[in-house]
């Protein structure tokens, strides 16, 4: 029998399937750590990103947004710590030459210095930075080393002061930014949820010290009821607190969310106290204190509270979150599977399927018609091609919550059958209608 429960290659079959995300540079057998979205999964990314945009600058009258370089000048990544301090320990094996993270590899292996994939012998471990180096300009010399940031949040710290003064920002304030990083990661498996090349959705927020304590544990709450408000079971998140703490970290909590290969972090908050700023005033020789004209003109170097989370390893969350196969049977008869994926509609990458019942007597042209109705308000799909109940399938297999379909009765009242993914009940709705009935639902949504 069939196993329907979720597994992480049923969902990267799912994305090749469906253009959701697929391999980079496939037809050269493909890149190491690096994927390119489809046209599902870049709505999808955007949907994600525009719920997180908006949870930040909208809903916060105190967050504003950034869009930084991501070349920064090389002192930047001395100041942060990330020249001396991002690298993993590693050791090859001298005969197979395979390469193992000291900290995550067969303990009982390193210690005997024996290779797990050959029995080998393993090297010492030695600190290997994460971060890509490269080369500005026509020499290839150390005076012309940039790095491609390994986190967005250094272009945020640089920029602070910019920002305060520009848009009179006061503590505690923050800003939010989106963007790519890299990191040189040697193990790249489970897909997308650790690749070289990724984009990560981070928020830092300026604080008083003393309150960083109190500002912390309101955006550990804050973090957790967006992934509640997106629909997210929230049985498969769990919070882990730090006992080893980052370089830079008074104290620091990871949102854990149970993904096909176990619990694993999708989102950090983190206490960086001064220790940013701190240091880009040592480093720069610019003053990076804070007057705080609300408080007697005393001046301090603020504290940082970082909301810090993974872009494309969120896609990943809500892709196998969503993912259900699910039987439709009922008692007695054959088992009958269809794949769904309960998106809420404001991440899904397709809001709403138009599917004439039948291509013939103008029941097309009907659909393009609402269709494009529609088009202002919402993303749209139209598909006239196979039997309905086959093409209700494919729109559940991509997550559209809506499918209106227009039959013979549409061209004598006006009205349309409007079906939802979730329940699979159908109503009559008035094709003019259709676009309030559509944003209430959306409005309203609840997982079942
Ligand atoms: N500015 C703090 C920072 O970068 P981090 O824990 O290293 O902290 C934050 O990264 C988030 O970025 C992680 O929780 C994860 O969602 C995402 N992330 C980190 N490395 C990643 C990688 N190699 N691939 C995909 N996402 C990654």
């Not at 990083?181 to 690749?195: D, G, L, P, Q």
Request: with cysteine; hydrophobic share 35%.
């Amino acid at each position: 029998m069939e196993d329907h429960k979720i597994s992480m290659d049923k969902i990267v079959s799912l994305c090749k399937r469906r253009g959701f995300v697929f391999q980079s540079s496939e037809i050269y057998g493909g890149q190491a750590g690096a994927w390119d979205y489809g046209p599902l999964g870049v709505e999808l990314k955007k949907n994600i990103q525009n719920a997180w945009w908006k949870e930040m600058t909208q809903l916060h009258d105190n967050i504003v947004g950034l869009d930084a370089a991501i070349l920064m000048h090389p002192r930047v990544w001395e100041a942060s710590g990330h020249v001396a301090n991002f690298s993993d320990p590693l050791v090859d094996c001298k005969q197979c030459k395979m390469r193992f993270r000291a900290d995550t590899m067969d303990q009982k292996a390193l210690e005997e210095k024996k290779c797990p994939a050959c029995g080998g012998e393993l090297t010492e471990p030695r600190a290997f930075n994460l971060m890509f180096k490269t080369h500005i300009g026509p020499a290839e010399d150390s005076a012309s080393i940039v790095y491609l940031r390994p986190e967005t949040a250094q272009g945020i710290y640089v920029n602070y002061k910019n920002i305060a003064q520009s848009n009179r920002m006061k503590i505690p304030f923050g800003i939010a930014q989106v963007g790519k990083a890299f990191r040189n990661e040697i193990v790249t498996k489970n897909f997308i949820f650790r690749t070289c090349e990724f984009e990560q959705m981070e928020m830092q927020f300026f604080v008083k010290p003393g309150e960083d304590d109190k500002w912390f544990q309101y955006w550990r709450e804050q973090r957790w009821a967006f992934y509640e408000k997106y629909g997210v079971n929230m049985n498969k998140m769990r919070w882990y607190h730090h006992e080893k703490l980052a370089h830079y970290a008074k104290d620091a909590y990871d949102i854990e969310y149970e993904f096909p290969m176990g619990f694993s972090e999708l989102e950090g908050v983190h206490n960086r106290t001064d220790f940013d700023l701190t240091r880009h005033t040592e480093y720069s020789g610019k003053d990076m204190s804070y007057i705080d004209q609300d408080d007697n003109n005393n001046k301090y170097i603020p504290y940082i509270i970082e909301t810090s989370a993974g872009l494309t390893r969120n896609l990943l969350m809500f892709l196998c979150d969503a993912y259900e196969e699910q039987n439709l049977a009922k008692e007695g008869e054959p088992e009958d599977y269809r794949t769904v994926l309960h998106f809420h509609p404001k991440i899904a990458p397709v809001t709403v399927a138009v599917l004439p019942l039948m291509k013939k007597d103008g029941l097309a042209e009907l659909a393009k018609e609402i269709q494009n109705d529609l088009k202002e308000d919402f993303v749209t799909d139209y598909d006239q091609s196979g039997a309905i109940g086959k093409r209700y399938r494919r729109q559940d297999e991509i997550g559209t919550p809506f499918c209106i379909t227009v039959d013979y009765d549409s061209k004598e009242d006006g009205t349309v059958t409007l079906r939802f993914r979730d329940s699979m009940e159908q109503v009559r709705v008035r094709r003019e209608e259709l676009s309030a009935r559509i944003h209430s639902e959306i409005k309203n949504y609840k997982r079942v």
